[in-house]
Antibody, heavy 119, light 107 residues
Framework: EVQLVESGGGLVKPGGSLRLSCAASGFSFNTYNMNWVRQAPGKGLEWVSFISSGSTYIHYADSVKGRFTISRDNAKNAVYLQMSSLRVEDTAVYYCARDEGGWRDFDHWGQGTLVTVSS | DIQMTQSPSSLSASIGDRVTISCRAS??????LNWYQQKPGGAPKVLIY???NLQSGVPSRFSGSGSGTDYTLTISSLQPEDFATYYC?????????FGQGTKLEIK
């Protein structure tokens, strides 16, 4: 069974940093691209970042570029999101999502981890 | 970036109704259009991928169609478990984007 489990969320002050982790199991992690998607309270989904299976290709939404860094460790079956210079508007539930590859739908999602940026 | 305009933003319907949700892209996305269902407190779940392909395990009352810039999700006969929020998602460009969502409520 495919499982994605996020961790690392919490309360942080504006300007602070946080590192999210997503532990994957139940599939050949090193053959799948991965994404982070976030959802502010009561709002819609926003794609945040993409990393290819071998970390060759990395992309970010303009809203986080220069502040967030995505990475992965295929030996540990994990993908990470290092977030710095956090802003109040980064407050959201952060999901990791597996990229199916062909049509690039996100076929499996974690349960999400809440990041709250507040003074 | 490709903008996705989803309509309506909310919809009231009854059990057994046929419902249609639309999504328009700001440029052609060559069927790289996916639909998700999200229930309160839960993660999104893919229903349709590649505009018209039904995800395994998803009931056949869900269907997708469209091409170019215009896409549609149809639920042929609403069931109680279908009341949720639906999102379209374009995966054609380097920078993915989602529609703003359609909240489907019971009339």
């Amino acid at each position: 069974e495919v499982q994605l489990v996020e961790s690392g969320g919490g309360l942080v002050k504006p300007g602070g940093s946080l590192r999210l982790s997503c532990a994957a199991s139940g599939f050949s992690f090193n053959t799948y691209n991965m994404n982070w998607v976030r959802q502010a309270p009561g709002k819609g989904l926003e794609w945040v970042s993409f990393i290819s299976s071998g970390s060759t290709y990395i992309h970010y939404a303009d809203s986080v570029k220069g502040r967030f860094t995505i990475s992965r460790d295929n030996a540990k079956n994990a993908v990470y999101l290092q977030m710095s210079s956090l802003r109040v508007e980064d407050t959201a539930v952060y999901y990791c999502a597996r990229d199916e590859g062909g049509w690039r739908d996100f076929d499996h999602w974690g349960q999400g981890t809440l990041v709250t940026v507040s003074s | 970036d490709i903008q996705m305009t989803q309509s309506p933003s909310s919809l009231s319907a009854s059990i057994g109704d046929r419902v249609t949700i639309s999504c328009r892209a700001s440029q052609s996305i060559n069927n790289y259009l996916n639909w998700y269902q999200q229930k309160p407190g839960g993660a999104p779940k893919v229903l349709i991928y590649g505009a018209s392909n039904l995800q395994s395990g998803v009931p056949s009352r869900f269907s997708g169609s469209g091409s170019g810039t215009d896409y549609t999700l149809t639920i042929s006969s609403l069931q109680p478990e279908d009341f949720a929020t639906y999102y379209c998602h374009q995966s054609y460009s380097t920078f993915d984007t989602f529609g703003q969502g359609t909240k489907l409520e019971i009339k």
